[in-house]
């Protein structure tokens, strides 16, 4: 689907809210995930991003704001939208923006991660949004042609350590290096406070998942801190 400039200008500054139910839990369903997406677009939010080929096709359906795309295929090594077959299929169900893997780690098809971005370039009109671990992955990112490079694997992929909140530290460091490309906060923004801080370090646009959409863990929050 095609974002234009100007679209994509607008989430400048702006929430960008996940919407994800994990394996086995019971919201796994794309039909309130996309319910989901739609609540958080009442409370404000100027994108929504979602897992799995029927969750962006929903959700598409049920929100007007642009729609971040990926597939999650495992859990360990290179699994967010991992391969060019995953990240066309994600561009194909009508995601705006499809995120994958953006570390600098081999990829299961044998592929770049510039070949990847070509094709998705290439056989579709979606942008790609490359989900890096490290300052050095989101240059190579950027370099790569990625369109956005985003936080998402900081504390994951281990060229970082887990952070109790977001990384600021990571996000600085590759808003200082003045990359051409949007840099979007996501990883671990737990309270409105921290979204606050990411921008302020110099994100162009901040992802809320667990926080906002995953009741199982902020439930947990609660009940731990009543023990
Ligand atoms: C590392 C990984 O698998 N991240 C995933 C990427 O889509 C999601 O599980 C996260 O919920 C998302 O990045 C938002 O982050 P948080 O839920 O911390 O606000």
Redesign the pocket.
């Known amino acids: 689907m095609l974002l234009t400039p100007a679209e994509l200008e607008a989430l400048r500054g702006r929430l960008i809210v ?1 919407a ?1 139910a ?1 394996p086995g839990e019971p919201m796994r369903t794309p039909t309130t995930m996309a319910q989901v997406a739609a609540s958080a677009v009442i409370g404000g939010a100027a994108a929504i ?1 979602v ?1 799995g080929i029927a969750d962006v096709q929903f959700t598409r359906s049920a929100v007007e704001v642009p729609v971040i795309g ?1 597939w ?1 295929d495992g ?1 360990e090594g290179v ?2 939208t991992p391969t060019a077959r995953h990240a066309l299929a994600v561009a194909h169900a009508g995601a705006h923006i499809v ?1 994958l893997d953006g570390t600098r780690r081999a990829r299961p098809d044998g592929l770049s991660l510039q070949q990847t971005i070509e094709l998705v370039h290439a056989e579709s009109h979606a942008l790609v949004m490359a ?1 890096c671990g490290s300052l050095e992955d989101a240059l190579n990112a950027a370099e790569a042609g990625a369109d956005l490079v985003g936080t ?2 900081a ?2 992929s281990g060229e970082r350590p887990k952070t109790e909140g977001p990384d600021l530290e990571l996000l600085a460091a590759i808003a200082a290096a003045g990359l051409s490309v949007p840099l979007v906060a ?5 309270t409105p406070a921290q979204a606050r801080a990411a921008l302020d370090a110099g994100a162009f646009a901040v ?6 959409t ?1 009741p199982a863990t902020i439930t947990g929050w609660f009940d731990a801190a009543l023990r």
């Open positions: 996940s994800q994990y991003r897992q990926l999650k859990h699994f967010i995120a989900d998402t694997l504390g994951y996501e990883g671990r923004i737990h992802v809320v998942g667990t926080a906002i995953h």
